[in-house]
């Protein structure tokens, strides 16, 4: 019932930028935090950003300066800018949510992941 919907991937040039969204619908609950991860192959899957419901950010050493995570609370709608790509940047980019159903009790959704690559 819960969906999580990432978009805004694609394959981009060294330097280059793209903006990815993400989506979360099917719950009157409200967020906790949203979140972006990544994957690269061989690699293990790294938290990128972060942000909570009141709008604290948190970003891997990685992308500091370069990403911009973004949370529109109306919409439950996250983006992430990404600036300056570097190939090291290539990955399946995945959205988290975390909920709060009740006082004491959160629950996680995943997206199904949007492929960023990043060419040099």
């Known amino acids: 019932q819960v969906q999580v919907v990432e978009s805004g991937g694609g394959l981009v040039q060294a330097g280059g930028s793209l903006r990815l969204s993400c989506a979360a619908s099917?719950?009157?609950?409200?967020?906790?935090?949203m979140s972006w991860y990544r994957q690269a192959p061989g690699k293990q899957r790294e938290l990128v950003a972060l942000?909570?419901?009141?709008?604290?950010?948190e970003y891997v050493d990685s992308v500091k300066a370069r990403f911009t995570i973004s949370l529109d609370n109306a919409k439950n709608t996250m983006y992430l800018q990404m600036n300056s790509l570097k190939p090291e940047d290539t990955g399946m980019y995945f959205c988290r949510c975390e909920f709060q159903i009740r006082r004491s009790a959160s629950q996680v959704y995943w997206g199904q992941g949007t492929q960023v690559t990043v060419s040099s």
């Open positions: 942000i909570t419901r009141d709008g604290t950010e």
């Open positions: 099917g719950t009157s609950y409200s967020i906790n935090d």
